[in-house]
């Protein structure tokens, strides 16, 4: 894979030129808060920013997002009539994105389409006409702990081009064969900038203040961590809220539900979250995960024994630290995965 | 007495109270992990209640955790209550989710909490901010190479602003003194900026106000008020509110929640303090809080005699509507 | 007005089993005339009107709710009405607050005697909602497919 520079000055008739065939969406500021918002051709991106306070997950994975529609037809032979929903139209590029957001959608990658029976349409569809350019932090945050999430600041995985900010212009690192051929055109790197490039690596790894470790997690078994005392503690205080799971990026859990209106009738899957009351309540009215506790512990137990045993190691965190800021009772997760560690 | 002394007034209390076995667990605030986050901590031994602290950005209230309290021998917890805690106290005991002799209250007369969002805007939304420690009238917010002193006031949540009632209206000890009860601010200016549009500004303004709203429920789930065991946006038969982001559903969510704490909320700020999104949820509840008041005559909280609003009723009701 | 003359609203009027109801039914023996917008719902008492019934029409697609039941006094169940009466109260005020537009929500006392009364109101309801053409209040629409 190919190392090309980026001049900044250059990198809005760059993505014009991508523009031509994607929409084009990078994250910005608006009122205060930084969120994923279309990107106009000839507009230059920010490139200096801490990461956006939700993931960009909703660019794949919608919060509501409607399957398919019904109708009601009583003169059709069928009774019912099925349409599916429309794919998405135009391919769009992501530009800016964070290497952990990136890596997060490489995870989920695993989750949702896992192989020809559990291969999700909507995620696929919107996946494969996505192009991911990351932007590697230089500046990370107090709050992260990428490093200690088979990630980093500078990781490449999930992305089709990681960008490295050089000061004046970017090194942009070919990762996929899409990417490969969107930086094509570019000039290629010199032994200088890719020097560069790895010294503001190992700086931005070193600027990571806090690190986790997760070899007690890996070797115990399940029910040891299951049962292990600390849980009572560990959720004391929290509300059972949807923050930590909607901000982050490798949650994944939906609900679906038929919405119906006279004739016509929509199916819609929504973000659900362990933290939810409704989460795994059976119909009958018994719930294997009645009290906060429980809902507490599978969040944690999800994402550091779950995803890692039944994905090849995989975590479902990526260390961006988003429930570490947004938790109204700050329950902060590199504690929990020290307790659950210790 | 500034914000140490009181954080070691609590902690003497605490520590007192564990020691001599009257109560079974403190409930107050320890420092968090990142700035400008304070947050809920139950201490269960004099040791444990070493980490207890205070600050102005202790902003999630603790009579929350009063509903489903820890359970021991002595059958009652303390909590460090200011004003707004202390008068959902009052509402909790009204409600009989708790009796007065269940609950030791540690009085404190709130300083006015303040906004970690407009403290980051203050200093710029792209700032990391490391640390902000208060001195005086002050906050000294500190990042990586740079520091800058905000006035304490400019950075203060709005409902501290309007509060009506900054000690605690009932306590069993108070640490420090009682200040003034407000802090000079107009509550009825919460609904003053919807009350003068017309019915499609209104509705206009209304749809804006939640459209980032991610129905997370951290608004519901940090309110003391909210503690039904089933909250209506969960029930499923009937379903009363879809499950959707389709702006039909995410009002119906706000509007019959901020219903539901009709004559109750304490305009204590702890639902705005938790949103992630900095939602400006008291724009309805603070309504509601206004008409109950011209209505009924009545504010939350603030004495343990009266009856709930609409819990009661009398014959000369205001009814000029009705055909 | 006059762009709203031929629209013919739907109403969702919540009634009293034991004085409006019975309204209505005597309006009805009496062979009193009213407009047809009014889909009538039979409640126990207006104190069994949760404030989510009235968000759930609006919801559905009325284009106005009325709820009548029993003149202070005369409640079967003593004082349902009065307790009805502040929700309704903090609930007008509310959704009108968030830009219901005034008009569309309609509250009466009407006894089981009341016939005449019943007419009139049906009337005055039905022509306060017309006027203000279809409600967007909290509308909920799935759409459909054409
Ligand atoms: S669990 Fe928290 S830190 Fe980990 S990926 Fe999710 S939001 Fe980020
Ligand atoms: S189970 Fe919980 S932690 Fe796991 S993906 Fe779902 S919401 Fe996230
Ligand atoms: S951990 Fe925090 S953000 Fe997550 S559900 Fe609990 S209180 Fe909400
Ligand atoms: S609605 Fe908000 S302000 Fe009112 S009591 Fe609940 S948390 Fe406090
Ligand atoms: S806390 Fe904020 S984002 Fe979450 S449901 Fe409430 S208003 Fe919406």
């Given at each position: 894979?190919?190392?090309?520079?980026?001049?900044?000055?250059?990198?809005?008739?760059?993505?014009?030129?991508?523009?031509?065939?994607?929409?084009?969406?990078?994250?910005?500021?608006?009122?205060?808060?930084?969120?994923?918002?279309?990107?106009?051709?000839?507009?230059?991106?920010?490139?200096?920013?801490?990461?956006?306070?939700?993931?960009?997950?909703?660019?794949?994975?919608?919060?509501?997002?409607?399957?398919?529609?019904?109708?009601?037809?009583?003169?059709?032979?069928?009774?019912?009539v099925m349409h599916s929903e429309p794919e998405l139209a135009r391919e769009r590029a992501l530009v800016n994105m964070r290497p952990c957001d990136a890596k997060a959608f490489g995870v989920l990658d695993l989750i949702f389409c896992?192989?020809?029976?559990?291969?999700?349409?909507y995620w696929r569809d919107k996946r494969e006409k996505s192009l991911i350019i990351a932007l590697a932090c230089n500046d990370p945050c107090p709050t992260c702990f990428c490093t200690s999430m088979n990630c980093g600041p500078h990781s490449e995985a999930?992305?089709?081009?990681?960008?490295?900010?050089?000061?004046?212009?970017?090194?942009?690192?070919?990762?996929?064969?899409?990417?490969?051929?969107?930086?094509?055109?570019?000039?290629?790197?010199?032994?200088?900038?890719?020097?560069?490039?790895?010294?503001?690596?190992?700086?931005?790894?070193?600027?990571i203040i806090t690190t986790v470790e997760m070899d007690q997690i890996n070797e115990r078994g399940l029910m040891e961590l299951?049962?292990?005392?600390?849980?009572?503690?560990?959720?004391?205080?929290?509300?059972?809220?949807?923050?930590?799971?909607?901000?982050?990026?490798?949650?994944?859990?939906?609900?679906?539900?038929?919405?119906?209106?006279?004739?016509?009738?929509?199916?819609?899957?929504?973000?659900?979250?362990?933290?939810?009351?409704?989460?795994?309540?059976?119909?009958?009215?018994?719930?294997?995960?009645?009290?906060?506790?429980?809902?507490?512990?599978?969040r944690f137990m999800h994402k550091f024994k779950y995803i890692p045993v039944k994905r090849g190691g995989e975590i479902g965190c990526v260390g961006c630290g988003r429930c570490v800021q947004l938790c109204p009772v700050n329950i902060d997760v590199r504690e929990v995965v020290r307790d659950m560690n210790a | 007495m500034d914000n140490q002394a009181i954080a070691q007034g609590i902690r003497e209390a605490a520590q007192r109270l564990l020691a001599e076995g009257l109560v079974d667990c403190v409930l107050g605030y320890e420092a968090g992990t990142v700035p400008m986050r304070e947050r809920p901590f139950f201490a269960y031994t004099p040791e444990e209640a070493l980490r207890?602290?205070?600050?102005?950005?202790?902003?999630?209230?603790?009579?929350?955790?009063?509903?489903?309290?820890?359970?021991?021998e002595t059958g009652k917890v303390a909590v460090v209550a200011q004003g707004?805690?202390?008068?959902?106290?009052?509402?909790?005991?009204?409600?009989?989710?708790?009796?007065?002799?269940?609950?030791?209250?540690?009085?404190?007369?709130?300083?006015?909490?303040?906004?970690?969002?407009?403290?980051?805007?203050?200093?710029?939304?792209?700032?990391?901010?490391?640390?902000a420690h208060e001195e005086g009238d002050e906050l000294l917010v500190e990042g990586p190479g740079w520091q800058e002193r905000l006035e304490r006031k400019k950075v203060m949540r709005d409902n501290c602003y309007t509060c009506v009632q900054r000690n605690p209206v009932i306590h069993n000890e108070l640490i420090g003194e009682e200040s003034e009860p407000t802090h000079g601010g107009v509550i009825d200016k919460v609904a003053a900026p919807w009350e003068k549009l017309d019915p499609s500004e209104r509705l206009a303004a209304f749809g804006e106000n939640y459209q980032d709203c991610i129905r997370c429920y951290?608004?519901?789930?940090?309110?003391?008020?909210c503690y039904c065991h089933v909250c209506f946006v969960d029930e499923a038969k009937p379903q009363w509110c879809g499950k959707t982001q389709d702006e039909a559903d995410v009002l119906t969510y706000h509007?019959?929640?901020?219903?539901?704490?009709?004559?109750?909320?304490?305009?204590?700020?702890?639902?705005?303090?938790?949103?992630?999104?900095?939602?400006?949820?008291?724009?309805?509840?603070?309504?509601?809080?206004?008409?109950?008041r011209e209505f009924y005559g009545y504010a939350p909280g603030l004495d343990e005699e009266s009856v709930p609003p609409l819990s009661v009723h009398k014959p000369d009701d205001p009814q000029g509507f009705i055909k | 007005m006059s762009s709203n003359e031929s629209f013919e609203p739907r109403i969702a009027a919540f009634f009293c089993n034991w004085c409006t109801y019975g309204g209505a039914d005597l309006a009805g023996v009496s062979r009193l005339q009213y407009p047809p917008n009014i889909r009538a719902i039979r409640i126990p008492c207006t104190g069994r009107l949760s404030p989510t019934f009235v968000l759930q029409a609006f919801r559905q697609g009325a284009d106005g709710v009325w709820i009548s039941g029993c003149h202070p006094g005369d409640c079967h169940y003593i004082e349902g009405n009065l307790y009805a009466r502040r929700r309704f109260t903090v609930l007008k005020s509310l959704l009108e607050y968030v830009g219901l537009e005034p008009g569309r929500l309609h509250f009466s006392w009407i006894s089981s005697a009341e016939a005449t009364k019943f007419q009139q109101t049906v009337i005055e309801v039905t022509e306060a909602v017309k006027a203000l053409g279809p409600s967007k209040f909290l509308r909920k629409e799935i759409g459909m497919v054409a």
């Amino acid at each position: 894979m190919s190392d090309k520079i980026l001049k900044k000055d250059q990198a809005a008739s760059f993505l014009a030129e991508l523009a031509q065939k994607r929409d084009l969406h990078a994250p910005a500021l608006a009122g205060g808060r930084l969120v994923w918002a279309p990107l106009e051709p000839g507009q230059e991106p920010l490139w200096q920013f801490n990461n956006t306070a939700l993931s960009p997950k909703e660019f794949f994975f919608p919060q509501t997002e409607c399957m398919m529609r019904f109708t009601n037809a009583q003169d059709h032979e069928e009774g019912m009539v099925m349409h599916s929903e429309p794919e998405l139209a135009r391919e769009r590029a992501l530009v800016n994105m964070r290497p952990c957001d990136a890596k997060a959608f490489g995870v989920l990658d695993l989750i949702f389409c896992q192989d020809e029976m559990t291969d999700d349409p909507y995620w696929r569809d919107k996946r494969e006409k996505s192009l991911i350019i990351a932007l590697a932090c230089n500046d990370p945050c107090p709050t992260c702990f990428c490093t200690s999430m088979n990630c980093g600041p500078h990781s490449e995985a999930g992305a089709d081009v990681l960008l490295i900010d050089l000061g004046d212009k970017l090194l942009a690192k070919g990762v996929s064969d899409q990417g490969e051929a969107a930086i094509a055109a570019l000039p290629a790197a010199t032994d200088d900038d890719l020097a560069a490039a790895a010294e503001a690596k190992q700086m931005a790894e070193a600027a990571i203040i806090t690190t986790v470790e997760m070899d007690q997690i890996n070797e115990r078994g399940l029910m040891e961590l299951y049962e292990a005392g600390h849980w009572d503690r560990t959720q004391e205080s929290c509300l059972n809220c949807g923050t930590c799971t909607f901000c982050c990026p490798t949650c994944h859990c939906f609900d679906i539900q038929d919405e119906t209106q006279g004739p016509a009738g929509r199916r819609v899957r929504n973000w659900d979250y362990c933290m939810s009351y409704l989460f795994t309540l059976h119909g009958s009215g018994h719930n294997p995960r009645g009290s906060k506790k429980d809902r507490v512990r599978q969040r944690f137990m999800h994402k550091f024994k779950y995803i890692p045993v039944k994905r090849g190691g995989e975590i479902g965190c990526v260390g961006c630290g988003r429930c570490v800021q947004l938790c109204p009772v700050n329950i902060d997760v590199r504690e929990v995965v020290r307790d659950m560690n210790a | 007495m500034d914000n140490q002394a009181i954080a070691q007034g609590i902690r003497e209390a605490a520590q007192r109270l564990l020691a001599e076995g009257l109560v079974d667990c403190v409930l107050g605030y320890e420092a968090g992990t990142v700035p400008m986050r304070e947050r809920p901590f139950f201490a269960y031994t004099p040791e444990e209640a070493l980490r207890l602290t205070w600050s102005g950005f202790c902003c999630n209230n603790l009579a929350n955790f009063l509903i489903r309290r820890p359970q021991g021998e002595t059958g009652k917890v303390a909590v460090v209550a200011q004003g707004c805690v202390s008068r959902n106290i009052v509402g909790l005991i009204k409600e009989h989710q708790l009796s007065r002799e269940q609950v030791h209250v540690i009085g404190v007369a709130s300083p006015g909490m303040l906004d970690r969002d407009k403290v980051q805007a203050a200093v710029g939304a792209d700032k990391v901010i490391s640390a902000a420690h208060e001195e005086g009238d002050e906050l000294l917010v500190e990042g990586p190479g740079w520091q800058e002193r905000l006035e304490r006031k400019k950075v203060m949540r709005d409902n501290c602003y309007t509060c009506v009632q900054r000690n605690p209206v009932i306590h069993n000890e108070l640490i420090g003194e009682e200040s003034e009860p407000t802090h000079g601010g107009v509550i009825d200016k919460v609904a003053a900026p919807w009350e003068k549009l017309d019915p499609s500004e209104r509705l206009a303004a209304f749809g804006e106000n939640y459209q980032d709203c991610i129905r997370c429920y951290a608004c519901r789930d940090a309110c003391p008020l909210c503690y039904c065991h089933v909250c209506f946006v969960d029930e499923a038969k009937p379903q009363w509110c879809g499950k959707t982001q389709d702006e039909a559903d995410v009002l119906t969510y706000h509007l019959l929640r901020a219903f539901h704490c009709a004559g109750r909320c304490t305009d204590c700020g702890a639902c705005e303090s938790a949103c992630p999104q900095g939602i400006k949820v008291r724009r309805l509840t603070g309504k509601i809080e206004k008409d109950v008041r011209e209505f009924y005559g009545y504010a939350p909280g603030l004495d343990e005699e009266s009856v709930p609003p609409l819990s009661v009723h009398k014959p000369d009701d205001p009814q000029g509507f009705i055909k | 007005m006059s762009s709203n003359e031929s629209f013919e609203p739907r109403i969702a009027a919540f009634f009293c089993n034991w004085c409006t109801y019975g309204g209505a039914d005597l309006a009805g023996v009496s062979r009193l005339q009213y407009p047809p917008n009014i889909r009538a719902i039979r409640i126990p008492c207006t104190g069994r009107l949760s404030p989510t019934f009235v968000l759930q029409a609006f919801r559905q697609g009325a284009d106005g709710v009325w709820i009548s039941g029993c003149h202070p006094g005369d409640c079967h169940y003593i004082e349902g009405n009065l307790y009805a009466r502040r929700r309704f109260t903090v609930l007008k005020s509310l959704l009108e607050y968030v830009g219901l537009e005034p008009g569309r929500l309609h509250f009466s006392w009407i006894s089981s005697a009341e016939a005449t009364k019943f007419q009139q109101t049906v009337i005055e309801v039905t022509e306060a909602v017309k006027a203000l053409g279809p409600s967007k209040f909290l509308r909920k629409e799935i759409g459909m497919v054409a």
